[in-house]
């Protein structure tokens, strides 16, 4: 069975960059797609990013695009998510999830494998 852990949340100023990964332990075989999801407080769970198995597909909110950049490394089972240009209003857990197939989708419903989450704290 697959376990996803999440690391590199933190506290960030306004404008700063931080990096998170999400291990994968066991094995997902190719046909994989890895997603990023954030909660912030009294708010609902929202999509972030998404990348299929080889890298080649990626899928990005609006409210990240051009700041986020999600990325894989297959060898080490484990997928990024580059974070630039923080906001305070990114400000949530965020947590990777998992799911067979091919197709990034954006409904957490789709993913059956998630992450305990890491907290993301961007100050103004």
């Known amino acids: 069975q697959v376990q996803l852990v999440e690391s590199g949340g933190g506290l960030v100023q306004a404008g700063g960059s931080l990096r998170l990964s999400c291990a994968a332990s066991?094995?997902?075989?190719?046909?994989?797609?890895t997603g990023w999801f954030r909660q912030a407080p009294g708010k609902e769970r929202e999509f972030v990013s998404g990348?299929?198995?080889?890298?080649?597909?990626?899928d990005y909110s609006d409210s990240v695009k051009g700041r986020f950049t999600i990325s894989r490394d297959n060898a080490k089972n484990t997928v990024y998510l580059q974070m630039n240009s923080l906001k305070p209003e990114d400000t949530a857990v965020y947590y990777c999830?998992?799911?067979?197939?091919?197709?990034?989708?954006?409904?957490?419903?789709?993913?059956?494998?998630w992450g305990q989450g890491t907290q993301v704290t961007v100050s103004s």
């Open positions: 999830a998992g799911k067979n197939g091919w197709t990034i989708v954006r409904s957490e419903a789709a993913f059956r494998t």
């Open positions: 066991g094995r997902t075989g190719s046909i994989w797609v």
């Open positions: 990348i299929n198995w080889s890298g080649g597909s990626t």
